[in-house]
């Protein structure tokens, strides 16, 4: 199961243990419990402090197994398959259930640890999901800390039958006590704060009591990530508040122009992003969302920011960074039917649409990769393009029109979405060129039709362009003196990685000159 190399790795990891680890898996006779069944074997041999042992009775899901300690009956589960995306899940929880610390602030560890009450949560995820781990490892921490609190992380593509009794039609996808928790990527503090509903109002009044910023960055993606390294080094007060560090990176896979290298995916890209910050003197605020700028009335004020959570920060100079996300069709059923058919990730879900019909909307690069990996997965994909020409890049135009399950609508215009109620059971477009309807049977949609910059909050501070962009200059000033905007929420040209963390940087030298100015 586990080759010469990762064996050698992991056992260098399970040194690392304190305290001895059980598994204990419930198996049968199918061939993905003799895939556990050998995984686990290899696992307990590289280390003597893991034991593995079978107990058909332990669980009701088979395959499936359990990491505790001996004498426990607590601690995470996996059902099914915890390779792919998940093995580093599987890694952490056999480190962290073997008495590794885990890298998360005490602060959250300690609420954890005093959560009172019975917590029984699952989570769907598929081996192709980039957003899975982050639920999955958090749950699982969850479960190791706290013997109230349970965690089942389950294989969608091995338990089908289940995704579909279940409408599971989305990853990650979590249960808690067998209602519907949560769907999509969360943070140990995100799930924390919903079972907490104290918790925001504690953080509120921590923010308040935060001294004057001389730099106050709001985003903690790429642009946010490189202002907030330059404006520290510095030697300024510097503050970095963001719903999710890493922003719009997380949800991307493969990562392969990003200069000196070669190939990365973006959750690795945004924890190296979050280590470089780690290295300076940053005050980083997570799980906060900015809902108004109140910008200085004079030379010498400081600018405000007011959080959703009703704190307000206090900054000489702001620098917004907030990035951008995925556009809605905007057209009937497409909320009713998010995450029950309606889906943004085909990475993620692609999985769970297996053999089935489904349709992209949109036919740029990002529509037409999503056709070209679908097609892999599903049986038939409809790759539908508002435009009498689809916008990808020749080399992947060549691709998807050279698949055999693929066709291609141009001049189409998503105008529905059709649902039985529980889930998509296909949608209907119009032909531009001849203002005909059409409808077409499917049970997945895969919008990919480009990005909203994430400025609606912003109304009425700073000048934007019609598509919601921040108006900037060459040295990222927006209409309001000390206040810079870089990124993916602005005017410049061109949303990269690359670009956005050179106009962070740049909006940090702009900032830092700003205040030597009006010192």
């Not at 909050?457 to 000048?463: P, Y």
């Amino acid at each position: 199961m586990l080759d010469n190399n990762l064996k050698n790795q992991l056992a260098a990891y399970l040194e690392k243990l304190t305290k001895p680890v059980e598994l204990i898996a419930t198996l049968d006779d199918s061939a993905k419990s003799a895939e556990i069944r050998t995984l686990l074997t290899d696992i307990a041999s590289l280390s003597p402090q893991v034991t593995f042992k079978e107990d058909s009775a332990s669980a009701e899901r088979k395959p499936s197994f359990q990491i505790t300690n001996p004498g426990s009956n607590s601690g995470p589960r996996f059902a099914g398959s915890p390779m792919g995306h998940e093995f580093t899940s599987l890694v952490l929880a056999l480190l962290q259930t073997g008495g590794h610390p885990a890298k998360e602030a005490q602060e959250l560890l300690e609420q954890v640890r005093d959560i009172d009450g019975s917590f029984h949560f699952e989570t769907f995820y598929s081996l192709s999901c980039h957003n899975c781990p982050d639920v999955v490892q958090a749950l699982n921490l969850m479960a190791i800390l706290n013997p109230n609190i349970t965690h089942n992380a389950i294989d969608g593509g091995v338990f089908q039958q289940e995704v579909q009794d279940r409408n599971v039609m989305g990853v990650p996808t979590v249960f808690l006590n067998g209602e519907h928790f949560s769907q999509g990527r969360m943070s140990l503090g995100e799930i924390i704060a919903k079972l907490d509903t104290g918790a925001s109002d504690k953080q509120a009044a921590k923010l308040n009591a935060r001294d004057a910023y001389d730099v106050l960055i709001i985003g903690s993606g790429p642009a946010g990530a490189a202002a907030a390294v330059y404006s520290a080094r510095k030697g300024i007060r510097t503050g970095l508040m963001g719903e999710r560090f890493g922003g719009q990176v997380l949800d991307t896979v493969d990562i392969e122009n990003y200069i000196s290298v070669p190939k990365t995916e973006g959750a690795k890209l945004a924890t190296a992003l979050k280590s470089h910050v780690d290295d300076y003197d940053v005050d980083v605020i997570d799980l906060q969302t900015a809902s108004k700028l109140i910008p200085a009335k004079a030379p010498g004020e400081l600018h405000q920011i007011e959080t959703a959570s009703g704190a307000t920060l206090k900054a000489r100079s702001i620098i917004l960074a907030t990035g951008a996300r995925w556009r809605n069709m905007n057209v009937p059923g497409e909320d009713q039917y998010r995450t029950r058919g309606v889906t943004y990730c085909p990475h993620c879900d692609g999985p769970l649409f297996k053999g089935k019909h489904v349709a992209v909307i949109g036919g740029g690069n990002s529509g037409v990769e999503a056709a070209i990996d679908l097609a892999g997965v599903v049986k038939h994909v409809t790759l539908l393009e508002f435009a009498p020409e689809l916008k990808a890049d020749s080399v992947l135009q060549a691709k998807v029109r050279s698949l055999p399950n693929v066709d291609i609508i141009l001049n189409a215009q998503t105008t529905e979405v059709k649902g039985d109620g529980q889930k998509v059971t296909g949608l209907s477009y119009l032909n531009r060129v001849d203002d005909t309807q059409h409808s077409l049977v499917l049970e997945g949609i895969f919008v990919q039709i480009g990005l909203l910059p994430n400025t609606q909050w912003l109304e009425g501070s700073v000048e934007r362009n019609r598509m919601g962009e921040i108006i900037i200059d060459a040295k990222c000033e927006t209409t309001v003196k000390g206040v810079f905007a870089a990124g993916d929420c602005t005017t410049v040209p061109y949303k990269q990685i690359i670009i956005a963390t050179g106009e962070g940087a740049k909006a940090s030298l702009s900032a830092f000159d700003y205040l030597i100015r009006t010192a």
